[in-house]
């Protein structure tokens, strides 16, 4: 069953095709990886998808059959979707446990009223929060690291809590931007465990990567753009030996 469907998506920059007519399908329950060289699309893609950004007029984007591309950032994530960036976006003045509440917040039933007031409902709800972000933490493989300041954490200990705040929100599917990028190869292989553990758990990914080794190992099928436009889809094995992704990463000869 798909649970993501994009069809003849566009959008431009000027003069510039980011996206030319993409068309594709995330099957629910798997890890689904999009592939390409730099300035590919794939960013502008995710985006697209994400709602920061507006395709073109008359391609569509579908979220258990029901069309989101005209819906702006946060009503596509209360419809389901999660997402982290290349860059790294954490409150560095928060710590990493008031990080991931921020993400939990967007299913807590609080009002700042209520809040602000600090009546008994929304101090238990407060609670409610502050559980559910310890849960997301412990996820992660970060609880201990609840009472550190986001901005002292190592790299990848960020993108842990950049993982954990996205699953926070209790997404059916999380976009994924370069998860590995800047990493150890330690560093890698513990976040393409925790991927496969959140796919596991019933959470549909799609994931932007240039670790293709990473990709290869994780992703349950492929989609491989040049130029804002699809030259291949299909298993990773299916992908890799495409001629024509094969020509766009090594050249002609």
Do not use: W
Not at 37 to 45: D, Q, Y
């Amino acid at each position: 069953m798909s649970l993501l469907e994009v069809n003849n998506l566009s959008k431009s920059f000027g003069g510039l095709h980011a996206v030319r007519e993409v068309s594709f399908c995330v099957e629910a329950g798997t890890i689904h990886g999009i592939i390409g060289p730099n300035g590919a699309g794939k960013t502008t893609l995710f985006n697209c998808i994400a709602g920061s950004i507006r395709p073109v007029s008359g391609g569509t984007i579908r979220l258990n059959g029901n069309a989101i591309q005209d819906r702006p950032p946060h009503e596509v994530a209360a419809c389901g979707i999660a997402r982290t960036f290349q860059t790294i976006k954490l409150f560095s003045r928060m710590t990493v446990l008031e990080n991931v509440m921020v993400g939990c917040h967007t299913n807590s039933r609080g009002s700042f009223l209520s809040g602000m007031l600090s009546l008994p409902f929304a101090r238990a709800a407060e609670r409610k929060v502050r559980e559910a972000a310890m849960e997301k933490l412990a996820v992660a493989g970060i609880a201990d690291l609840a009472k550190a300041d986001a901005q002292q954490l190592s790299f990848g200990q960020q993108r842990a809590v950049e993982l954990a705040r996205a699953l926070a929100l209790r997404p059916q599917l999380l976009l994924l931007d370069e998860p590995a990028s800047g990493l150890t190869m330690h560093e890698t292989d513990r976040i393409g465990e925790l991927i496969v553990a959140i796919r596991d758990s019933g959470i549909t990914v799609l994931i932007v990567e240039h670790d293709m080794s990473l990709i290869m190992t994780i992703c349950d099928r492929l989609l491989a753009l040049s130029s804002g436009q699809v030259i291949a889809g299909g298993t990773p094995r299916e992908v890799q030996a495409d001629p024509e992704v094969i020509r766009v990463y090594l050249g002609d000869e």
